[in-house]
């Protein structure tokens, strides 16, 4: 028989639900109470299974939902995504607890650091990864052309945005910063004909590429670099860093600078960051920091364009916020996830298999409300003639002319 | 006949010789001396024809430059753009003064004061505009869409591609910040059938907008409102402003982003901006400043980001960098204004011409070295959802999709 729920426990309940109420969600106590007078239907229940996540739940929402549910004393009936987006919607202004946390020391992404927090989520192994993303591996957002679009096709249509944003030209040489699975790589290889070294420091991951490199005869091309990006050595025409300043920290954006900006060719170099962000300044959620992305920040533009490109020397030419595209992207991984959920519940654990439902849910519902970005920017160097005249042949596959800026002064 | 050159004159002119010989541009000073020793023949020569203008150019550069070429006892031998582009590139970093000058107080743009300079440059009469500007009379940055393009059709490409970026629909409310001459009003109303009410504080330029209006019989969907910014009242689907942030003044940025919150619809609404800025923040050159645009200055990305978008809660959908198609308008708006020489020395004065030969040519050069950007950025409520999916639709002329989001969910 579950234990009954005293004076103060309905009180706080109260209280919580009449934060949850704009948002049209209920919350039901173990006692199967329910202090809920909000529209009906509402759009999904809250069921707290103990006194302990009730007062998590308001003492540290930002942690405790995650936690809680994580753990199972936290239920969701309803559609997970759907709640997870109404309650996100209550929140897009941060709390004061993040603004005082924005001023707070982090701990800095030392090389060693970095390496423990990618391999805290990126060394879960291969096969893992395998069974939920596209067949390509590719762990970062997608573009959708049209929306309907499979994910394999919107991660082929991504990596091909990603090197028509930067006219990407035969012969070329990239520089890649956290190159995942490799997938970005072999395509500037495969369908631009670039000369492509990849820099990760997920020992998994580049085992993984170099043997796919090796399958598909592209070891002349493509060089993958078991590193982290602050080892970047020489000149290239691109650079080209898809999902990896999330990681980077704030702190060490100087860092990043000074890589970019010795690693560009300074005349007709160009580049990309792709990344998470937020519209103002905003820890990452504190439960991701703990259980998914140790060391985790998604900067503003601004962040990214005074601490990073400025010091660089760069000049932004492109940003394109793709947030709906990784709410959709999600969207797919999430449904994926979910018909594999016996063998990670075996495999790993319940908690393990609560969590990742939860962060792929939750991630939907940022985007999907703006509570998160994402950005794509394409800059050059300060001094460089940009390589095109308008975006137009991005879109409607005329080939870039190198000498249209010469051609017509 | 010319005075001889002293010892420590031909010291200086040997001082800024060293600095302007990395441009291959000569010096040449009022006896016909030159300490030229660069590569051979140089891209053009300063002329410099007295001791004091050689002082200037070595004590104060960036404001006696102008000053000294304006009154003459400067001339440029060679083609002046190149000669001015070769000079930027030297100066592609503030130097020390312009850093300084970043943390003095500025005089804020107070509504006298921003009717004052607005007079000053807007109100030269509309006949000398109409003189040399294109017959739409647009004096902001035109968009080729492909180099050969004239300027005619360029303004009105550039003006389709706002409208476009904005997905504009028949019947939606426009509201627009600094109109100029009226023609963005009067397109986005002909064209794409808004409704738009339309704020300047120029007068000369507010009466010819409102007699195009009525000659267009267009008077019931445009209205022009000769008032300050920070006037506007009432909701919007769309706020516009091109050109006009420049001179807004960076004390000034809050007003304009407590205009823009209260101004645009949240849940659908969504706003473009269209302005000169920096890569790094950098004062407007000091001549400029002093006889062209006083009160301007162009901003970085990221402080339009962290002062007018993130405070109006804004969030940035969409960056362009334009920064050679300004180059280009310039080129085509010197050439005309070359063409109206004499006139324009017979109605003003031979110092008049000067100045405005100058501030043509300089900001050409400034556009196309990259010490000036042209940035365009679309933003919507942070809560809206974004009204497309890719950007395609802007150039494959595709009709946008209201209903994607909803219908592919």
Known sequence: MAPTVGWLHHRLAGILQQTLRPAAVRLELWDGGSPYTGPEPPIGTLVVKDARTLRGLIANPHLQFGECYMF?????????????????????????GERISMHLPAPGNTLTRARRNVHHHYDLGNDFYTSWLDEQLVYTCAYFEDPHQSLEEAQAAKMDLVCRKLRLQPGETVVEAGCGWGALALHMAR?????????????????????????E??????????????????????????????????????????????????????????????????????????????????????EVATRVLAPARMSILDVENLRLHYARTLAHWGRRFAVIEEQVRTRYSEEFRRAWELYLAGSEAAFATGSLQLFQVVFAPAEAVPHSWTRAEIYNGAKADDDWYAATR
């Open 217 to 302: 005869g592209l070891t002349s091309q493509v060089e993958f670099v078991e590193d982290d990006y602050r080892s970047v050595r020489g000149e290239y025409d691109v650079f080209v860093s898809v999902g990896m300043l999330e990681h980077v920290g704030l702190t060490h954006y100087g860092s990043l600078a000074a890589v970019m900006s010795r690693a560009l060719r300074r005349a007709n170099g160009r580049g990309l960051l792709h990344f998470i962000g937020r519209d103002i300044r905003r820890p990452l959620n504190a439960w991701i920091r703990r259980r998914i992305f140790p060391g985790g920040y998604p900067p503003t533009l601004a």
């Open 72 to 96: 199972g004393t936290l239920e969701v009936r309803g559609q997970l995504e759907s709640v997870l987006e109404a309650i996100s919607r209550l929140s897009l202004a941060p709390s004061w």
């Open 191 to 215: 369908a631009y004909g670039a000369r492509v070294k990849a820099f990760n420091v997920s020992h998994e991951q580049i085992t993984y590429a170099r043997a796919r490199a090796a399958r």
